[in-house]
């Protein structure tokens, strides 16, 4: 034991005593707290799935704490034993600030510092995938125009096929589409119609009987044989059975945060997730809230509630903008409807009138 | 004045207890250690512990004898393994409750001081409920971790929820499973997937010898849900926030020997099976063109050159509470197995400088002491 410790014993003991000595006085004995004991002696959900017992092939004797180790570790939490470092390193640090920004908001909320993190823009956003061929001389580069569509939609795909130095070139592809099975549905053949060397084909998706409305990843596979390169490309088709009815009204709750209403219409039981990011009206992203829940087949407003400090840290007065919006069924895969950006501003608010104080303090 | 006395004796009794007890309840680091793909890690029997293994053994001969819990383990420190089925025969993708449920089920009898069920070759070395808790995540394990922590909080889509092979939703822990973990740490994490995995589901896997190393032949749905497109990640099966904090480590260097050439396969620098944008929860697709900078620059000819267009900075992540660790010249092989003790390095923005010239358990060490 370091000899900073050895000046706690003799503290500790006389404090102790103290503690010991009033806990012991008559007065001072109560009953136990029943609420208390109960949850310390009820187990969690846990399934012992090993049965082994530990052998100790090698003894080792652990030492004592180091001086720079965090100590006394039943009344503090993990966190706060950390905090007590006095000589943290980069690690210990970043766990410390991190935790504090963290914990300033509730877990459904996130800041958004930038447009590009705003979590649903990332979603949605449509991969552009590079491949080369193994002599990395020549690549393919292949999207689709969105990454979920309804039973109605209309899928493009795109392709081209570059050099090295990631110029277009004329290219021939060929593609399947695969079901969720990743069993051959069709052919596909890609076209460059308008000569830009980006060729490309659509699936109008009620057109293919094999889908029939079949909710699912689907992927396509696009090959350029001349240069042995063959990449694929994935979407969703969705039947997410919940969508917006374009009815909402917010206001400030009475501990000071935002909350938005927004009324959904379900057509069939499940549990639905919703996500909304809320901006400036000089679009500047703030934060991201969600929802998720069970809904009966109706209406319903869904609660978005966005902590009145995540507004206040962003230093934007209001009125707000319900920016972007995404509904889902929770299934697997998850079925999202299409990106909705349903333009709704709220009342303006001032930022004196949103609270100020931390999710825990 | 008898009572007193008692009273008196039995204080300093109390007081001499507390003291010591409280010596002896200092908190130990606990490491959670979740392996990746291809272990048949629901097996626990006296001479044949897979999960454990899994963290010794090397499919290069170079790293025969290496143990990633040398180099990760201080003499006060304790892990815990945890074992759950990756294998390709069973073929459970990440979300289903013989993966994500298990272990997070594990999880928690480990943080409530269980012990793991593990033979431990240090002794002194199961994990008490008052630890300081981390979590060691290796390709696969990345992955799990993105899925289960982002589904520990109530507003999440899939809240502490699991799939059985019905489909149906099952519950499973995440949330205990994260309460007060400190930090999850990724290996050569697959968080956007492996263009691995894509290759065996296209067809166009060319390297048998490594695919058979590290994934399997045919396209089973654990590796189905393993590629690189979006429709498959964790991060689009996520709430919006992560319940720890997640600080990943990339390697990029290649296979030794013949097993070198999947490099070659791979967009952007890589450790052999997984893309460095992947390892590194970088926004958008794995198949970024990613150096070991961890930035993406326009290229002439193979050659990068100007400034970067995109960075993988912490700004510059798929997943929210996602930090850049280290990255790392160590093969996905070496990354789980401490193959390689002194890895050579490159310092990338937002980097932690805590571990600098160790391996990826050596940087743990250093960092969470």
Sequence with gaps: ?361 | MTLKFRTFLSSITMAASMIFAGATQAADNCYIMVHGHGVQGNVVESNNQPALESWRDSYFSNYEGSDFLTYLLSPSDNYAVIGYDSTDESGYPYWRNETAGEIARQMVAVKQGNGDGYTHDQANTQCASNDNFYVVSHSQGAQQMVFMAGNASAGSPYYNTAFNAAGGAVSAPYTDAFNNVLAIFTLGGAMSGTEGSDRVCNGTWLDSLINAAFLGKSCNPSVQWLQTNDSYLARNLIGSTLAAPLYAMGGYKSFPGIQGASAGFLTGEDDGYINLASQMGCAGTAKRNLYDDLNEYKTFWGIAYGSPIFRCNNSGKGTPRTYTMASVYTDHDAERNGGIAAPSFVSVENGLSCGDGKNMAGRINSCTH
């Design chain 1, 1 to 361: 034991m370091s000899s900073k410790y050895w000046l706690l014993v003799p503290t500790g003991l006389v404090l102790g005593l103290v503690l010991a000595y009033a806990s012991n006085t008559p007065t001072l004995v109560s009953s136990s707290d029943g609420i208390n004991e109960q949850a310390v002696t009820t187990p969690l959900m846990v399934s012992q799935q090993h049965s082994v017992k530990t052998e100790v092939k090698a003894t080792k004797v652990k030492p004592a704490p180091q001086a720079n180790s965090p100590l006394l570790t039943s009344p503090l939490s993990p966190i706060e034993r950390i905090r007590q470092i006095s000589d943290k390193n980069g690690l210990q640090q970043a766990l410390v600030n991190e935790h504090d920004k963290f914990k300033r908001y509730p877990p459904q909320n996130h800041p958004i510092e930038e447009a590009k993190q705003d979590p649903i823009s990332q979603r949605y956003a449509v991969d552009e995938r590079s491949t080369q061929n193994e002599d990395k001389t020549f690549g393919i580069t292949i999207w689709s125009d969105e990454k979920f569509y309804l039973a109605n939609g209309t899928v493009t795909v795109f392709a081209f096929l570059q050099d090295a130095n990631g110029q277009k070139m004329d290219g021939a592809f060929s593609a399947q589409l695969l079901n969720t099975q990743h069993q051959k549905i069709m052919d596909l053949n890609l076209k460059d119609e308008d000569n830009d060397q980006v060729y490309q084909a659509s699936i109008e998706l009620t057109s293919v009987k094999e889908i029939n409305g079949q909710a699912g990843i689907y992927k396509i596979l696009v090959e350029n044989s001349q240069h042995q390169i063959k990449d694929a490309l994935t979407f969703t088709l969705s039947k997410p059975d919940i969508s917006l009815t374009g009815n909402y009204h917010d206001n400030i709750t009475g501990d000071g945060n935002l909350l938005i209403e927004a009324e959904v219409e379900v057509t069939s039981q499940n549990r639905f997730y919703v996500q909304a990011s809320l901006y400036s009206v000089t679009n500047v992203p703030i934060g991201i809230t969600e929802f998720a829940g069970n809904l009966a087949p109706g209406k319903h407003w869904v609660p978005l509630t966005y902590a009145g400090l995540m507004i206040q840290d962003a230093q934007e007065t209001g009125p707000y903008v319900l920016e972007q919006v995404s509904v889902a069924k929770v299934t697997m895969p998850m079925q999202r409807a299409p990106l909705l950006k349903p333009d709704y501003q709220t009342e303006s608010y001032g930022l004196d009138e949103f609270s100020n104080s931390p999710y825990e303090p």
